[in-house]
C-alpha cells in the first residue's frame, strides 16, 4: 500500500511540474481536458480494460485513427487545445509521459485543413524530450515550441547528469514545426557564457577523456559549447572551438563521433538542410 501511494505521489508531482512548463505559464492558467471529449467529429477518449493499465485513442465514428500507449496511468495521458496563431481555431494536442526518470514526454498535434485531419507534429520524429515549454522568444505574437535534445545523452564517458541536454526550438509553420535554433542564435549563446568561460579559463585537454578522469566536468563543459554551437549553425566555430580546447591525440577520433552523432540526429539534418553553411565546416 506504501509503494503504491508513494507512485502516486511521485506521479502526480511530474505531472504538476510538467503542467507549470506547458505554455510557459501557470498550472491555474492551464485548461487540460476531460477524459473524453469530442473534437470536431472526432471523439478522443482515455480507456482501460482492467482499470489499472490505461491508454487513449482518437475516434472517428467507429474507426480508431490513433493510439497513445505510452504512458500506463490514467493521468499519464493528458489532451489540451492550442491556438493557431493568426486564427481562430485551435489545434488539438496529445501529451504522453512514459514513466521514465528524465526523458520521457512526447507530444502528438492534430489540426484540421478544411474538412480532414491532420497529423501536425510529432515530437517522437526527434530525438528530444522532457516537457514542453511554449513561449513567445522573439515577441512576434507566435510562440516557439522548446524541449531537449537527446541526441548527445550518455555520449561518449558522460553521464546523463553531465550530457549536454540543450534547448532545441521549434518554430511554428503552417505545416508544422521545423527546428529553427539558427534564428535564436542571440539567446542560446548567452546559454553558454558560462561554460565557454569555463574553458577559455582552463587549460586545454591534452589528455584522452576517460570515464575516470578529473576533467570530465570540463569535457562536459565543452560539449555543451560546441554542440549549442552546432546546432546554432555556428558550424566552423564549433569545430574550432573543439579542436582549440580538446588537444588530446584522439581529438580526431572523438570529433568524428560527434560528427556521427549529428548525421544521423533528425533535429540537426533538419536545420543543416535549412540553415547551410557557406562552406564545408563539418570537415
Not at 504538476?16 to 476531460?34: A, F, R, T, V
Not at 490513433?66 to 493568426?86: D, K, Y
Request: with cysteine.
Amino acid at each position: 500500500m506504501k509503494t503504491i501511494l508513494k507512485k502516486t505521489l511521485y506521479l502526480s508531482l511530474i505531472l504538476c511540474l510538467n503542467l507549470q512548463c506547458l505554455l510557459g505559464q501557470s498550472y491555474e492558467e492551464i485548461k487540460y481536458l476531460p477524459d473524453t471529449i469530442r473534437w470536431k467529429n472526432y471523439t478522443f477518449k482515455k480507456v482501460s480494460d482492467d482499470g489499472h493499465v490505461w491508454y487513449a485513442i482518437l475516434l472517428k465514428s467507429q474507426d480508431t485513427l490513433a493510439l497513445f500507449n505510452q504512458g500506463f496511468h490514467r493521468q499519464m495521458t493528458q489532451s489540451a487545445f492550442l491556438p493557431i496563431p493568426h486564427n481562430e481555431d485551435s489545434m488539438f494536442m496529445v501529451e504522453q509521459f512514459s514513466g521514465g526518470a528524465h526523458c520521457c514526454w512526447t507530444y502528438t498535434i492534430f489540426d484540421m485543413v478544411g474538412d480532414s485531419l491532420r497529423l501536425f507534429f510529432k515530437s517522437s520524429d526527434y530525438p528530444v524530450g522532457y516537457p514542453v515549454k511554449i513561449q513567445d522568444l522573439n515577441d512576434d505574437g507566435i510562440a516557439e515550441w522548446i524541449q531537449s535534445l537527446l541526441t548527445f545523452d550518455y555520449f561518449l564517458i558522460l553521464s546523463h547528469a553531465v550530457s549536454p541536454l540543450i534547448p532545441i526550438i521549434f518554430r511554428y509553420d503552417t505545416n508544422g514545426f521545423y527546428p529553427a535554433n539558427p534564428e535564436f542564435k542571440e539567446i542560446l549563446l548567452q546559454d553558454i557564457h558560462a561554460p565557454y568561460q569555463i574553458l577559455q579559463n582552463s587549460s586545454p585537454l591534452y589528455k584522452p577523456i576517460e570515464g575516470s578522469s578529473p576533467d570530465v566536468d570540463l569535457f562536459s563543459q565543452l560539449m555543451e559549447v560546441v554542440i549549442t554551437l552546432f546546432y546554432s549553425g555556428e558550424y566552423a566555430k564549433a569545430r574550432s572551438v573543439f579542436y582549440k580546447y580538446y588537444t588530446a591525440p584522439d581529438a580526431s577520433l572523438i570529433f568524428d563521433q560527434i560528427v556521427l552523432k549529428l548525421q544521423k540526429c533528425q533535429v540537426f539534418q533538419s536545420i543543416y538542410t535549412r540553415y547551410p553553411p557557406d562552406n564545408n565546416a563539418m570537415q
